[in-house]
């Protein structure tokens, strides 16, 4: 029998990054908190603080199979973010938008239980309007080696749209943009975390084509607010919402500052652009404004600093600082 009247949430993905600080967040709410994860980017480790909680579960499971339990809200974050991960089993990743977003609303269905997708701004692909706003439909290329992230993504917001007017299914979607912090996995492939270890490792920092392509990185606290305000918004707020940091910086300027935060005197190396890398992105997030009260409040260089530490920190233990040994 339930002993408190405290709200359960499910987190899928919750042993990833951006899992593992909405898990942490949630109980700090107060909230019973049942993290699901597959472990195939995320890792025990990023909740081991949060298992003595009598309100913390952790389940091993793939979203791709049903799942039977019994919670009053899901937040659906499984899925592999970098494309270095999404790319490796690219079927996999389809699987696990497309069929992890049918049996997560189906659960959310049978429960009466709201549900927030974790979309992304892949789903603008490589965006010929700029900034990108929520009305925009994207240029994805759907045959393209990130098609499988892209379209997994897409599908699975039509998927959340069709249970919400067909089943009446109570639906958030957030459109996330470029989003960083502690935790990240120092080999997950992404743009900050590679920089910040390789500046911290003295390794060459990986710059790919001329590097004048842009991003918009929102610090992970930031964003984990978008999300609770938006899961606590009114019914009739379906999104699809952009939740991101409007700053916009190349590749360059980011390997600039992650020099100079980390004091590093790595030089910078030219790789190939990847196919489809989009040259430009930057959130509109007047909706975010204007309907849930939301903008970040974290500016680059501070968030940098806090993920600095953490890597530091982390690469600092025996047998990771490697690379460069
Ligand atoms: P992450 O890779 O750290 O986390 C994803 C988690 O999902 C991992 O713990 C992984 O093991 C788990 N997972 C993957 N496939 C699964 C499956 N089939 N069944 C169960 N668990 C599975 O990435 P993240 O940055 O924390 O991203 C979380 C979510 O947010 C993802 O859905 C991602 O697409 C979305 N998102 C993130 C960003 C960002 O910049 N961080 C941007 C846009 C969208
Ligand atoms: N990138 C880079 N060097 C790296 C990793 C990524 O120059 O070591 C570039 C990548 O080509 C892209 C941008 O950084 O233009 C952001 O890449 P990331 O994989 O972080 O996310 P994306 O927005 O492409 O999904």
């Given at each position: 029998?339930?002993?408190?009247?405290?709200?359960?949430?499910?987190?899928?993905?919750?042993a990833?990054?951006?899992?593992?600080?909405?898990?942490?967040r949630?109980?700090?709410q107060?909230c019973?908190?049942l993290?699901?994860?597959?472990?195939?980017?995320?890792?025990?480790?990023?909740v081991?603080?949060?298992?003595?909680?009598?309100?913390?579960?952790?389940?091993?499971?793939?979203?791709?199979?049903?799942?039977?339990?019994?919670?009053?809200?899901?937040?659906n974050?499984?899925?592999?973010?970098?494309?270095?991960?999404?790319?490796?089993?690219?079927?996999?990743?389809?699987?696990?938008?497309?069929?992890?977003?049918?049996?997560?609303l189906?659960?959310?269905?049978?429960?009466n239980?709201?549900?927030?997708?974790?979309?992304?701004?892949e789903?603008?692909?490589?965006?010929?309007v700029?900034?990108?706003?929520?009305?925009y439909?994207?240029?994805?290329n759907?045959?393209?080696?990130?098609a499988?992230?892209?379209?997994?993504k897409?599908?699975?917001?039509?998927?959340?749209?069709?249970?919400?007017?067909r089943?009446?299914?109570?639906?958030?979607?957030?459109?996330?943009f470029?989003?960083?912090?502690?935790?990240?996995?120092?080999?997950?492939?992404r743009?900050?975390?590679?920089?910040?270890?390789?500046?911290?490792?003295?390794d060459?920092?990986?710059?790919?084509?001329?590097?004048?392509?842009?991003r918009?990185?929102?610090?992970?606290?930031?964003?984990?607010?978008?999300f609770?305000?938006?899961m606590d918004?009114p019914?009739?707020?379906?999104?699809?919402?952009?939740?991101?940091?409007?700053g916009?910086?190349?590749?360059l300027?980011?390997?600039?500052?992650?020099l100079?935060?980390?004091?590093?005197?790595?030089?910078?190396?030219?790789?190939?652009?990847?196919?489809?890398?989009?040259?430009?992105?930057?959130?509109?997030?007047?909706?975010?404004?204007?309907?849930?009260?939301?903008?970040?409040?974290?500016?680059?260089?501070?968030?940098l600093?806090?993920?600095?530490?953490?890597?530091?920190?982390?690469?600092?233990?025996?047998?990771?600082?490697?690379?460069?040994?």
């Open positions: 029998m339930r002993q408190s009247a405290s709200k359960r949430v499910l987190v899928t993905g919750g990833g990054f951006l899992g593992s600080h909405l898990c942490e949630l109980l700090a107060g019973e908190v993290c699901v994860d597959n472990y195939f980017t995320g890792s025990r480790n990023n081991a603080h949060l298992t003595n909680s009598p309100r913390f579960e952790l389940l091993r499971h793939d979203v791709t199979l049903p799942l039977h339990v019994e919670v009053d809200e899901i937040y974050l499984a899925c592999p973010a970098s494309p270095v991960h999404y790319r490796h089993d690219p079927i996999h990743t389809m699987k696990t938008s497309v069929l992890g977003a049918i049996n997560m189906g659960l959310a269905k049978r429960l239980a709201r549900i927030l997708q974790a979309s992304t701004s789903v603008y692909g490589d965006p010929s700029h900034p990108q706003p929520e009305t439909r994207g240029d994805v759907p045959i393209g080696p990130r499988c992230y892209d379209e997994g897409r599908c699975a917001e039509t998927l959340f749209f069709d249970y919400h007017r089943h009446g299914v109570e639906i958030k979607v957030a459109r996330i470029n989003t960083y912090g502690p935790r990240m996995h120092p080999e997950d492939g743009v900050v975390s590679n920089f910040i270890v390789q500046a911290l490792r003295g060459p920092i990986t710059i790919y084509g001329d590097g004048t392509q842009t918009s990185f929102c610090y992970v606290d930031d964003l984990i607010d978008g609770l305000a938006l918004s019914a009739a707020v379906t999104g699809p919402v952009n939740l991101g940091n409007p916009e910086f190349t590749m300027d980011l390997a600039e500052k992650v100079k935060l980390t004091g590093s005197s790595s030089r910078i190396i030219h790789r190939e652009l990847p196919q489809d890398d989009p040259r430009q992105r930057r959130p509109d997030i007047t909706v975010a404004r204007t309907v849930l009260g939301w903008r970040p409040r974290v500016p680059l260089d501070a968030g600093k806090r993920t600095i530490a953490h890597f530091d920190a982390l690469l600092g233990r025996p047998g990771l600082r490697t690379a460069a040994e």
